[in-house]
T-cell receptor
Framework: AQSVTQLGSHVSVSEGALVLLRCNYS??????LFWYVQYPNQGLQLLLK??????LVKGINGFEAEFKKSETSFHLTKPSAHMSDAAEYFC???????????FGTGTLLAVQP | EAGVAQSPRYKIIEKRQSVAFWCNPI?????LYWYQQILGQGPKLLIQ????????DSQLPKDRFSAERLKGVDSTLKIQPAKLEDSAVYLC???????????FGPGTRLTVL
């Protein structure tokens, strides 16, 4: 069965610093992987998705993620954090035949001035 | 294009009462999902519709939860009777189907007292 594990429920960075949010997956088939962002009192917004094309995926708002099969990882990065990046980030994997999303427990990103 | 609409945004009820949530997906989206997001956790799929048929309801507590999608457009999710552990955000999402991106609504925050 497919699953994802997000390491670190809370991450704090300074404005302008590198953002690195970690996600490891488990899948019996080549996975489709996603990163979603959730701002307070809002629904989830897709940042980027990996669908077995290029291993480095670029998303919105300057975020990108690299699929590493050998490490079963799909970490999310951004070179320079902005205050507006403060939100909760969810990694997800496509659950197979029905394409439901299986989410990790989320990482709350705080950006300090 | 308009996004996924949900109502109400907030609901507070006493345990053993009933409650219903409404979702209007993006126009033309055949697939509709209801997710439950408990505080501190990632969203978990409750039920998935393809047009007006159920594709996956394996994690829906059928003794108290029900959902329908009449005419393959709007959907309602009902809880009767509610328990304290049903306190969560209920997210509706829609997609064109298959591996197409899922777009999420703002959610309904349910508090059961």
């Amino acid at each position: 069965a497919q699953s994802v594990t997000q390491l670190g429920s809370h991450v704090s960075v300074s404005e302008g610093a590198l953002v690195l949010l970690r996600c490891n997956y488990s899948s019996s088939v080549p996975p489709y992987l996603f990163w979603y962002v959730q701002y307070p009192n809002q629904g989830l917004q897709l940042l980027l998705k990996y669908t077995s094309a290029a291993t480095l995926v670029k998303g919105i708002n300057g975020f990108e993620a690299e699929f590493k099969k050998s490490e079963t990882s799909f970490h999310l990065t951004k070179p320079s954090a902005h205050m507006s990046d403060a939100a909760e980030y969810f990694c997800a994997v496509d659950g197979g035949a029905t394409n439901k999303l299986i989410f990790g427990t989320g990482t709350l990103l705080a950006v300090q001035p | 294009e308009a996004g996924v609409a949900q109502s109400p945004r907030y609901k507070i009820i006493e345990k053993r009462q009933s409650v219903a949530f409404w979702c209007n997906p993006i126009s033309g989206h055949a697939t509709l999902y209801w997710y439950q997001q408990i505080l501190g956790q990632g969203p978990k799929l409750l039920i998935q519709f393809q047009n007006n048929g159920v594709v996956d309801d394996s994690q829906l507590p059928k003794d108290r939860f029900s959902a329908e999608r009449l005419k393959g457009v709007d959907s309602t999710l009902k809880i009767q009777p509610a328990k304290l552990e049903d306190s969560a955000v209920y997210l509706c999402a829609s997609s064109r189907g298959g591996t197409d991106t899922q777009y999420f609504g703002p959610g309904t925050r349910l508090t059961v007292l």
